[in-house]
């Protein structure tokens, strides 16, 4: 019998390496994990919808179509996940987080977000449906050890 393979969403903040902390744990571990997030290159997350379909004048309409373009990654990858982590950095508002964390609830798919201590009451709401909240990557490779096989740290 071979073992599921799960697939986990990797959301949120994209200036540090907690992607990267995760991926190596979860190879660490051998968890059958299948990890995706969105473009981190923020350059080119920013700038895709003009580079594929063309230069705007209007800021407004530049963002539009980076962030249509975006979306489709997103909503196509979010859906076919099991489990997403929702990461909320200490510099930026991640308000395109607090999104993925809404649509992961509305699709009834579990997530659990990662951020410190100092953006508990902010992030109340969103804590408050999901599954479980991280303070670090070593916490979420944990659970996902926990959640996969039944390993305790």
Known sequence: MSEKIWNVYLSGEIHSDWREQIEQGVAERGLPVKLSSPVCV????D???VAIFGEEENSF?????GANLNAIRTRTLMREADLAIVRFGEKYKQWNA???AGFAAALGTPYITLHPKEHDHALKEVDGAAAAMARDPKQVVQA?????????P
Do not use: T, V
Request: hydrophobic share 40%.
């Open 42 to 45: 923020h350059e080119d997350s």
């Open 47 to 49: 700038n895709c919808g």
């Open 61 to 65: 309409w530049m963002d539009h179509k």
């Open 98 to 100: 607090a999104f993925d």
């Open 144 to 152: 996902l050890a926990y959640i996969i096989r039944g390993e305790m």
